[in-house]
């Protein structure tokens, strides 16, 4: 029989060529190894043919309608506008693409009182090195490959982790957010039409992560308790982010501790044993003077302030001006005198 110390022997020697071999964590729960910063790849695409597109979104209507998925009125409003549609000039699309690029956590830090405060900020709530022109010009040369082809940004108008599912990119975690191999959840999607015909990949479906079927770190770490086991789908209406996105005040069942970063939530994503094998490459993105955190905790930074700070901490690309202020103000707050 193989004693403990043999097989660990064995274990490690292995571990050497083989990169995925089971490790166990603190907790005793067996998990992959972490991934080798240069093995994590920019980005994975595929392409979806056109003749798919009607069917998928019929299918996605169908997923809309179902018993699990939230009817609170801002979700809704904000996946009603998800409705496949094509820009004009493309309305003859022969391809559309979907990919995941990597993304990094970051912190932004606060300066208050002689203290540092450093605050998450997860990706999408600051701007990354995939700015719309890049990833565009990424996208012609490496996959369209053809100059001169039409090519429209259509990802505010389609469910990105749907087509993503189907069009074969990953699957889906416990936690409701889409994996990608080598990236984790750590990724951002988008999705492309284009009119030139490109090889199409095969149909894929709405799958699970195997090694979500025995984990549910995920549900157990989430402060606001919106996802479940039996269920594939978030309750969207409890989610943390629906409401810190947005200017107003909070619910009565979110409570000032469960706030963790300074828009969104990370907390499904870092108590996931296979997001732990990305390695930590938090980006620090600028810090706010004292003068500044209280300025902006009393909700008057001026024009010129907040537009300073907004370029230096790179934050929201997508809050509106006029909600810039009012939503760090109270987030901010919150966060520093919870
Ligand atoms: C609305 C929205 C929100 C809402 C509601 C979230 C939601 N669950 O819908 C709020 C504001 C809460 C939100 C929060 C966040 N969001 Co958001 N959000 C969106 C948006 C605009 C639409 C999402 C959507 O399609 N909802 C529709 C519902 C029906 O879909 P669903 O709940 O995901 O249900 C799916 C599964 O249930 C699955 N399914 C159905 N049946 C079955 C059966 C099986 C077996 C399985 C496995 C799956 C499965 O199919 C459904 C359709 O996709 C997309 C952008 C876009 N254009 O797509 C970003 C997007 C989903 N968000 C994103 C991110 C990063 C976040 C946050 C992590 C931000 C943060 N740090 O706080 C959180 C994560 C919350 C969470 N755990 O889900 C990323 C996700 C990237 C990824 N790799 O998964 C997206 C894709 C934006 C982007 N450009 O990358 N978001």
Redesign the pocket.
């Known amino acids: 029989m193989t004693t403990r110390r043999e097989f660990l022997k064995a274990a490690f020697i292995a571990g050497a060529a083989w990169p995925y071999l089971p490790a166990f964590g603190q907790s005793g729960r067996v998990m992959r190894s972490t991934i080798d910063p240069s093995q994590i790849p920019a980005y994975r695409a595929k392409v979806i043919p056109i003749d798919r597109w009607a069917a998928l979104r019929t299918d ?1 209507a169908k ?2 309608a179902s018993n699990g ?1 939230s009817r609170h009125k801002t ?1 809704r409003a ?2 009603e506008a ?1 409705d496949f549609g094509l820009p004009a000039e493309l309305k003859d699309a022969r391809s559309i693409i979907i990919l ?1 690029t990597f993304a990094k956590p970051a912190t932004a830090e606060f300066q208050l009182n002689g203290q540092a405060h450093s605050i998450p900020v ?3 709530y600051y701007e990354d090195e995939w700015t719309p022109e890049r990833l565009k010009s990424v996208v012609q040369t490496d996959i369209v490959k053809e100059t001169g082809r039409k090519l429209a940004d259509i ?2 108008r ?5 087509l993503a ?1 189907r069009g074969g990119l990953g ?2 975690g416990r ?4 994996y990608v191999e080598g990236m984790g ?1 750590y ?4 999705a492309f039409a284009t009119e030139a015909k490109l090889p199409g990949d095969p149909d894929g479906s ?3 992560l195997g090694e979500c079927r025995r984990c549910n770190q995920c549900i157990r770490s989430c402060p606001t308790a919106c ?1 479940g086991l039996s269920e ?3 309750d ?1 209406g409890r ?1 943390l ?2 409401f810190n ?1 947005i200017p107003g005040e909070f619910p009565n069942f979110i409570l000032p501790s469960m706030h963790n ?1 300074l828009m ?3 907390k ?2 870092t108590s996931c044993p296979e997001d732990r094998r990305i390695p930590d490459l938090t980006l620090k993105l600028g810090a706010a003077s004292d003068e500044e955190t209280k300025a902006l905790l009393k909700g008057k930074p001026g024009e010129s302030m907040l537009l300073a700070l907004r370029k230096r901490l790179r934050l929201f690309p997508a809050v509106k001006a006029a909600d810039f202020a009012p939503v760090l103000k109270r987030n901010l707050g919150v966060l520093i005198r919870a």
């Not at 389609?158 to 749907?162: A, D, F, G, I, T």
């Not at 936690?175 to 889409?178: C, K, R």
């Not at 990724?187 to 988008?190: A, G, T």
């Open positions: 996605f997923v809309l998925v979700f904000s996946v998800l995941a997860p990706f999408q990802s505010k389609v469910p990105l982790k749907y599912a699957v889906f936690n409701n957010l889409f959840s990724n951002l999607l988008h709405l799958g699970l996802l594939f789908f978030a969207a989610c982010a629906l996105e970063a969104g939530c990370m499904c994503q």
